[in-house]
Antibody, heavy 121, light 109 residues
Framework: QLQLQESGPGLVKPSETLSLTCTVS??????????WGWIRQPPGKGLEWIGS???????YYNPSLKSRVTISVDTSKNQFSLKLSSVTAADTAVYYC?????????????WGQGTLVTVSS | DIQMTQSPSSLSASVGDRVTITCQAS??????LNWYQQKPGKAPKLLIY???NLETGVPSRFSGSGSGTDFTFTISSLQPEDIATYYC???????????FGGGTKVEIK
């Protein structure tokens, strides 16, 4: 059974860079047909897609966040990571990583449990 | 960017009721529309993909329909365990963009 687990600091100071890692177990991050994505959810609000990456390193991002986001992949560790720079209180959210099926379809079928990141001094 | 307008934002219904949620895209998205269920404190769960395809293991009381700009998600007979927030999600493989609707919170009356 595929599992994803987010990890990283739960508290980040304003103007600093938020860094999270998603560890994939029970399957290979190098599988074809799958991208790997980050989605966030501010407290009490809806879902926002941040960006996605293929195991080859190919990425695409939400235009509203693109200038501040970097997603990378480490196939040797079966992990992918998110960096969000110049954070403000508006970036406080639960951050989810998820597997994205992209062969003739496009949906997130496996999700991590989510990790709350608070931006505060 | 493609905008997704989901309605209503919340609803209250009785057990056994038929529940309908709509999602409208700002432009034609063909059938590139998925539906998720999110229970409090949990990650979203995929229910319907490509507008009308039921994900494996999802109860048949859930269904989806539509194409183009107008989509509908239906729970044929609301059960207590269906209390959750439901989100639509569109994808555009040309622009490589992906957008969620604002969500519909379903409660028991």
């Amino acid at each position: 059974q595929l599992q994803l687990q987010e990890s990283g600091p739960g508290l980040v100071k304003p103007s600093e860079t938020l860094s999270l890692t998603c560890t994939v177990s029970g399957g290979s991050i190098s599988s074809s047909s799958y991208y790997w994505g980050w989605i966030r959810q501010p407290p009490g609000k809806g879902l926002e897609w941040i960006g996605s990456i293929y195991y080859s390193g190919s990425t695409y991002y939400n235009p509203s966040l693109k200038s501040r986001v970097t997603i990378s992949v480490d196939t040797s560790k079966n992990q992918f990571s998110l960096k969000l720079s110049s954070v403000t209180a508006a970036d406080t959210a639960v951050y989810y990583c998820a597997r994205q099926c992209k062969w003739l379809v496009d949906y997130f079928d496996y999700w991590g449990q989510g990790t709350l990141v608070t931006v505060s001094s | 960017d493609i905008q997704m307008t989901q309605s209503p934002s919340s609803l209250s219904a009785s057990v056994g009721d038929r529940v309908t949620i709509t999602c409208q895209a700002s432009q034609d998205i063909s059938n590139y529309l998925n539906w998720y269920q999110q229970k409090p404190g949990k990650a979203p769960k995929l229910l319907i993909y490509d507008a009308s395809n039921l994900e494996t293991g999802v109860p048949s009381r859930f269904s989806g329909s539509g194409s183009g700009t107008d989509f509908t998600f239906t729970i044929s007979s609301l059960q207590p365990e269906d209390i959750a927030t439901y989100y639509c999600q569109q994808y555009d493989n040309l622009l490589l963009q992906l957008t969620f609707g604002g969500g519909t919170k379903v409660e028991i009356k």
